[in-house]
Protein backbone atom coordinates (compact mmCIF):
# COMPACT_ATOMS: atom_id res chain seq x y z
CA UNK A 1 0.00 0.00 0.00
CA UNK A 2 2.82 2.37 0.56
CA UNK A 3 3.42 2.49 -2.97
CA UNK A 4 -0.14 3.63 -3.98
CA UNK A 5 0.65 6.30 -1.08
CA UNK A 6 3.51 7.64 -2.94
CA UNK A 7 1.82 7.74 -6.16
CA UNK A 8 -1.07 9.65 -4.37
CA UNK A 9 1.50 12.01 -2.53
CA UNK A 10 3.57 12.93 -5.87
CA UNK A 11 0.00 13.64 -7.45
CA UNK A 12 -0.63 16.41 -4.61
CA UNK A 13 3.20 17.58 -4.96
CA UNK A 14 2.12 17.90 -8.90
CA UNK A 15 -1.43 19.01 -8.17
CA UNK A 16 -0.24 21.76 -5.83
CA UNK A 17 3.07 22.82 -8.45
CA UNK A 18 -0.15 23.35 -11.13
CA UNK A 19 -1.62 25.46 -8.25
CA UNK A 20 1.31 27.64 -8.13
CA UNK A 21 1.43 28.49 -11.51
CA UNK A 22 -1.86 29.45 -12.30
CA UNK A 23 -1.68 31.50 -9.41
CA UNK A 24 0.87 33.17 -10.51
CA UNK A 25 -0.22 33.70 -13.99
CA UNK A 26 -3.52 35.27 -12.28
CA UNK A 27 -1.36 37.60 -9.82
CA UNK A 28 0.40 38.57 -13.27
CA UNK A 29 -2.65 39.48 -15.26
CA UNK A 30 -2.35 42.99 -15.57
CA UNK A 31 1.55 42.93 -15.71
CA UNK A 32 3.01 44.80 -18.81
CA UNK A 33 5.17 42.23 -20.77
CA UNK A 34 4.14 39.19 -18.61
CA UNK A 35 3.94 35.78 -20.41
CA UNK A 36 1.49 32.65 -18.72
CA UNK A 37 3.34 29.45 -18.03
CA UNK A 38 1.74 26.11 -18.29
CA UNK A 39 2.17 23.07 -15.70
CA UNK A 40 3.24 19.98 -18.11
CA UNK A 41 2.69 16.59 -16.33
CA UNK A 42 4.95 13.68 -16.66
CA UNK A 43 4.62 10.46 -15.34
CA UNK A 44 7.67 9.02 -13.54
CA UNK A 45 9.06 5.46 -14.36
CA UNK A 46 8.39 4.49 -10.99
CA UNK A 47 4.74 5.46 -10.72
CA UNK A 48 3.32 9.26 -9.31
CA UNK A 49 3.71 11.84 -11.27
CA UNK A 50 5.60 15.24 -11.70
CA UNK A 51 4.71 18.64 -12.57
CA UNK A 52 6.68 22.04 -14.55
CA UNK A 53 6.40 24.72 -15.34
CA UNK A 54 6.75 25.93 -19.40
CA UNK A 55 6.56 28.99 -20.77
CA UNK A 56 3.40 29.51 -23.41
CA UNK A 57 4.43 32.93 -24.88
CA UNK A 58 1.01 34.01 -24.43
CA UNK A 59 -0.82 36.24 -22.46
CA UNK A 60 -3.03 35.07 -19.68
CA UNK A 61 -6.65 33.89 -20.35
CA UNK A 62 -8.32 34.13 -17.29
CA UNK A 63 -11.24 31.48 -18.28
CA UNK A 64 -8.21 28.87 -19.05
CA UNK A 65 -6.69 29.77 -15.11
CA UNK A 66 -10.07 29.41 -13.64
CA UNK A 67 -10.63 26.41 -15.00
CA UNK A 68 -7.07 25.18 -14.22
CA UNK A 69 -7.60 26.34 -10.90
CA UNK A 70 -10.80 24.66 -10.50
CA UNK A 71 -9.12 20.98 -11.86
CA UNK A 72 -6.29 21.30 -9.32
CA UNK A 73 -8.77 21.67 -6.23
CA UNK A 74 -10.25 18.57 -7.84
CA UNK A 75 -7.49 16.83 -8.16
CA UNK A 76 -5.90 17.28 -5.21
CA UNK A 77 -9.56 16.54 -3.34
CA UNK A 78 -9.27 13.46 -5.14
CA UNK A 79 -5.36 12.52 -4.52
CA UNK A 80 -6.26 13.41 -0.84
CA UNK A 81 -9.16 10.69 -0.93
CA UNK A 82 -6.80 7.96 -1.83
CA UNK A 83 -4.60 9.09 1.31
CA UNK A 84 -7.39 8.26 3.73
CA UNK A 85 -8.81 5.40 2.09
CA UNK A 86 -5.79 3.97 2.06
CA UNK A 87 -5.25 4.71 5.55
CA UNK A 88 -8.65 3.58 6.50
CA UNK A 89 -7.83 -0.18 4.68
CA UNK A 90 -4.56 -0.42 6.83
CA UNK A 91 -6.40 0.29 9.93
CA UNK A 92 -9.02 -2.36 9.15
CA UNK A 93 -6.10 -4.82 9.04
CA UNK A 94 -4.41 -4.17 11.50
CA UNK A 95 -7.87 -4.61 13.85
CA UNK A 96 -7.89 -7.68 11.99
CA UNK A 97 -4.52 -9.12 12.91
CA UNK A 98 -4.60 -7.76 16.46
Known sequence: MSGISNI???ALQAFSTS?????NNVANLNTEGFKASRATFQENRSGG???????TGDSVDISREAV?????TQGFKANLNVLKATD??????LNIKA
Open 8 to 10: ASS
Open 19 to 23: QQIAA
Open 49 to 55: VTASASS
Open 68 to 72: NLISN
Open 88 to 93: EMTKQL
